[in-house]
């Protein structure tokens, strides 16, 4: 086989190009593969790829041809073995956050506090993620598949007591329901209030260990919660709980335009730059001093 001959004097842009987006891909293709069933096939490919390196090196020609063979029919093998995460990540790029404008994101919003204001109103018990940049592949793993539209009609439908799917949170991904059921990690914080439940500790661990924004409605007294970042927000209205998703699903992606990130490396500049302009205090006075005489 004859390789292409690259000029790296006028090729160079593309060659780093194409370094930048390979990497890109590997990264995040492992990144979403990580802590599911497939991660363990993706170790023993990684190990095989290494030997085949090794056996190259110190010319072991049978192990060599062996492992080349195998790898010959390894796109078949990744096709079969990585089918549903391969389907998985197909569906995720088209659900992207920053794919959704401010009124998608909006009506999003309405459909978690009618949600909450009809269960809070029974006091019917809910824990509800949002999932964000993190995916929650550990979480997903022990919840069931539901795939629907996200509607108030279908959560009070899920969370409803006589429901077999009832206990256990329920993930957001965009604008559907991905799974129910789930079991969320509960926190090891000690300093936590003892009237706190199983469902208030859940939404706190997987706050701690993702960046999922997590809403809870007290079976007990139909009080409303929220987490975020481990910090946990206890008996807000409902006014409350829309002001703060509002901030973090519609005004903070409304504000990281490239306009905005401009600006935000000009101000510093141009705020080090008036300081250095402006002559010291004592100078001023000297100045002032020197003029009323």
Not at 238 to 267: I, Q
Request: glycine fraction near 4%; proline fraction near 4%.
């Amino acid at each position: 086989m004859d390789w292409p001959v690259i000029n790296f004097s006028k090729d160079w842009w593309r060659i780093c190009l194409e370094i930048l987006l390979l990497a890109v891909a590997i990264y995040y293709a492992l990144k979403f593969v990580r802590g599911t069933r497939g991660w363990s096939v993706v170790l023993g490919f990684l190990l095989l790829m290494a030997v085949t390196f090794i056996a190259s090196a110190l010319h072991l020609l049978v192990v060599k041809m062996l492992l080349e063979r195998f790898f010959a029919f390894s796109a078949l093998a990744i096709l079969v073995i990585f089918q549903p995460e391969l389907r998985r990540m197909l569906s995720e790029l088209g659900n992207l956050p920053w794919l959704y404008t401010a009124h998608e994101q909006r009506e999003n919003i309405e459909v978690i506090i009618q949600s909450v204001e009809r269960l809070a109103e029974v006091k019917i018990g809910a824990l509800i993620a949002l999932e964000q940049a993190i995916p929650l592949h550990s979480v997903v793993e022990s919840g069931i598949v539901v795939d629907c539209e996200a509607t108030p009609e279908m959560l009070e439908t899920i969370f409803f007591p006589n429901n077999a799917i009832h206990d256990g949170g329920v993930i957001i991904r965009g604008d559907r329901i991905a799974y129910a059921a789930c079991i969320f990690p509960l926190t090891q914080r000690q300093d936590l209030n003892k009237s706190l439940g199983t469902r208030h500790r859940a939404a706190i661990g997987l706050s701690e260990e993702t960046d999922a924004l997590v809403v809870v409605v007290s079976e007990e007294t139909g009080a409303v919660s929220y987490a975020h970042k481990g910090q946990f927000t206890r008996g807000v209205t409902h006014e409350e709980l829309r002001a703060f998703l509002t901030a973090e699903l519609v005004k903070r992606r409304k504000s990281d335009s490239l306009l905005d990130w401009v600006r935000k490396l000009w101000r510093p500049r141009n705020a080090a730059a008036a300081a250095a302009s402006v002559p010291p205090p004592t100078v001023v006075a000297a100045a002032q001093k020197a003029d009323s005489k």
